[in-house]
């Protein structure tokens, strides 16, 4: 089946840095979605990606849907202590199992004050 | 505004016991999902309902069967609960074809003994 790889798997960072991170797949996907999860929470969205090259940003995120439509990136600007948690991505096409999400593994965002 | 309500937060079972994890949605949405989500494999789909009456498997359907009782209710059930299906389980929902993506539950957090 299709799959994801998303990297890093974790980062333990300090107040103030830039985080980023990417998904990149081995298929090409129409749609890409960022999510959150907060410890004991479902995801949340964060940023959606509809097209390809197209950037987005979400106060102090900004995501990428790569050219080649196989790769997402997230940043995260001037990172603060409540950006803890697990960042998702997850892509779509509309084939197949009518345009389900596949997620990736996860990148757990540490935030040292 | 309740979104994706999942019941119960959290479960024992014991080897072989069966029950039922509740989740309804209050958001009019059509489709509606069952991922678990186990440490470092990311969210994994288990059984959706893209609208009401039917019912398809994910990537992960052994072991579990669902029921989309009404477009508010979509229910998980495990008959013969195992060790392997100890994982956090959650639901969401989603207006298909329109550009809204899934809201998640909080979690049924699932431990078998």
């Known amino acids: 089946g299709q799959q994801l790889n998303q990297s890093p798997q974790s980062m333990f960072i300090q107040e103030g840095e830039d985080v980023s991170m990417n998904c990149t797949s081995s298929s090409i996907f129409n749609t890409w979605l960022w999510y959150k999860q907060d410890p004991g929470e479902g995801p949340v969205l964060l940023i959606a990606l509809y097209k390809a090259g197209e950037l987005t940003s979400n106060g102090r995120l900004t995501a990428q849907f790569g050219i080649t439509r196989k790769d997402s990136f997230l940043n995260i600007s001037a990172s603060i202590p409540s950006d803890v948690g697990i960042y998702f991505c997850a892509g779509r096409n509309y084939g197949g199992s009518q345009g389900n999400l596949i997620f990736g593994k996860g990148t757990k965002l540490s935030v040292k004050p | 505004n309740a979104g994706v309500t999942q019941t119960p937060k959290f479960q024992v079972l014991k080897t072989g016991q069966s029950m039922t994890l509740q989740c309804a949605q209050d958001m009019n949405h059509n489709s509606m999902y069952w991922y678990r989500q186990d440490p470092g494999m990311g969210l994994r789909l288990i059984y959706y309902s893209a609208s009401e009456g039917t019912t398809d498997k994910g990537e992960v359907p052994n072991g579990y069967n669902v029921s989309r009782l009404n477009k508010r209710e979509f229910s998980l059930r495990l008959e013969s609960a195992a060790p392997s299906q100890t994982s956090v389980y959650f639901c969401?929902?989603?207006?298909?074809?329109?550009?809204?993506?899934?809201?998640f539950g909080q979690g049924t957090r699932l431990t078998v003994v």
């Open positions: 969401a929902s989603r207006e298909t074809g329109g550009l809204t993506e899934a809201f």
